[in-house]
């Protein structure tokens, strides 16, 4: 109120010293009271000129975008410019300081990898972040404002969100076919919801694998169980001669030892899903790993194929003894088993001019067709069941060998053609291989890389 009683008495003063001035002059002229009312209104008109160029100059600038300063006026209309002014630019930093958490807020939820689309109550959508849009395949400016159920076709989708119960996620694929989502709907405010997304295709898949991995063990169990109980039944029934009683117990350990093979290979994944990566610095001699491997298949082949090794004595690998020797071992394995007698399988190593070293198995056997390569690794997949099983093969060597060479950082690679042979490769990156010096004497025979046709005749 301070400001009301100076203006007031500054006024008054004004307004008294125009009347005051207008009497004297009026006096000198002989009118002084004309003089007197003269004044006082010349000087009223001052100041309220005065208020209106001040008034003008803050009303001008008000209706302007109050980028600049407002009018710097002296008393009241000064006071009122810098109020406004400060009342103003306060507004702003406050609108500024919103706007700055709201962009924050969408940034943490464009940057989220869940799916985030906020539809109001007549299924427009108001807005979606990235994920969401990759998810139901939209376009987020595009498609703003426009209903869902119009763009995302998926039938479980709309009947979910116009079902108006929300408890559970519904699970559909997307519009493209292209990935499993799993979608939340949640409602807020005056008949809005926010719709979460998932991609759960690999988790999708994951279930799916591990379903059938379990009925492929069941399957695989089962077989055996079902032939063991058969022959107990048998010996417990009938009156056998000793040859007949010998004959059933030699099957029957037969399909013992092929649950035992199963077993082991089942723990050996096991095994080797839930152990730490092998260490990058237990180094081990090449040559003796391939010797131990090479010995094995020696026994398996029983002198059946010739077998031989060639290179690896000025080489180290770092890991893990036991893993890398099963994996030599089942890809040797499996060149015998698949290798008709009188063939050939021979074990390399070689340097990669790229940086790293190879582990090849080759064999001149019956070779496998081009459409089943992508799937060897695979658990349980065999190219021909029976003669796998004929063999003693459970159908898990190779997903043993792809784990085991990925654990050592490199990867597995395989070649062949039908009747003419298959070529096995073990890559591994230059961390894991390096030189040594060969030790005097060095046994395995170093020879060059056989050609199908000019396979030397050694037996390892
Ligand atoms: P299995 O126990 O059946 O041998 P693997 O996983 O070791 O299982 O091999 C998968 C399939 O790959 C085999 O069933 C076989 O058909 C094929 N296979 C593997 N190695 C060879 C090979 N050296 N020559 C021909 N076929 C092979």
């Excluded at 099957?251 to 089942?266: E, G, K």
């Excluded at 770092?318 to 890398?324: C, R």
């Excluded at 063999?391 to 690679?413: D, M, N, S, Y």
Aim: overall charge neutral; proline content about 5%.
């Amino acid at each position: 109120m301070n400001w009301m009683l100076s203006r007031t008495l500054k006024s008054v003063f004004v307004v008294a010293l125009g009347m005051g001035l207008g009497a004297l002059l009026g006096a000198l002229a002989g009118w002084p009271r004309l003089g007197l009312v003269a004044g006082g209104l010349v000087l009223s008109g001052a100041v309220v000129m005065r208020d209106l160029v001040r008034g003008n100059r803050l009303m001008t600038w008000l209706r302007g975008p109050q980028d600049g300063r407002a009018p710097r006026d002296a008393g009241l209309w000064g006071e009122l410019a810098y109020g406004i002014e400060r009342a103003l630019r306060q507004r702003e930093r406050r609108i500024e300081q919103e706007r700055d958490r709201l962009r924050q807020f969408l940034a943490a939820i464009e940057a989220s990898p869940n799916g985030v689309m906020l539809l109001d109550g007549t299924d427009r959508i108001e807005w979606c972040n990235g994920a969401a849009a990759q998810h139901f395949g939209l376009e987020p400016e595009r498609d703003r404002l426009q209903r869902a159920t119009n763009l995302i076709r998926s039938p479980a989708f709309v009947a979910h969100l116009q079902g108006g119960s929300y408890d559970d996620p519904v699970v559909f694929t997307d519009p493209l076919g292209r990935a499993t989502l799993s979608v939340l709907v949640r409602p807020y405010g005056d008949g809005w919801r926010l719709v979460l997304s998932t991609d759960v295709t690999e988790r999708e898949r994951a279930d799916a694998m591990r379903r059938n991995f379990v009925a492929n063990v069941s399957h695989e169990i089962r077989t055996p169980l079902t032939v063991l109980a058969g022959f107990v039944e048998t010996l417990a029934q009938l009156p056998l001669s000793e040859v007949e009683r010998q004959r059933v117990l030699a099957l029957m350990q037969q399909q013992a030892s092929r649950m035992q093979t199963l077993v082991a290979d089942l723990l050996t994944l096991a095994q080797l899903e839930g152990s730490p990566l092998p260490q990058p610095d237990r180094w081990l001699a090449v040559d003796d790993l391939m010797r131990r491997a090479l010995a094995d298949a020696t026994a398996l082949s029983a002198g059946r194929h010739a077998l031989r090794s060639s290179g690896g004595e000025d080489a180290e690998v770092a890991g893990s003894d036991p893993e890398l020797l099963s994996a030599l071992t089942n890809l040797l394995n499996n060149a015998v088993r698949y290798t008709p007698p009188g063939g050939h399988v021979e074990l390399r190593f070689a340097w990669r001019d790229e940086g790293g070293a190879v582990f090849e198995v080759v064999d001149d056997g019956i070779g496998i067709a081009r459409e089943h390569l992508p799937r060897l690794t695979e658990r349980f997949y065999r190219v021909d069941g029976s003669r796998s099983r004929d063999t003693g093969g459970t159908g898990l060597g190779l997903a043993i060998v792809k784990h085991v060479v990925q654990r050592h950082g490199g990867e597995i690679v395989i070649s062949s053609e039908p009747g003419k042979g298959s070529t096995f490769r073990l890559a591994l990156p230059s961390l894991r291989v390096r030189r040594r010096a060969a030790p005097a004497g060095a046994g395995i025979e170093a020879a060059p890389a056989p050609q199908a046709a000019g396979w030397p005749q050694t037996t390892a």
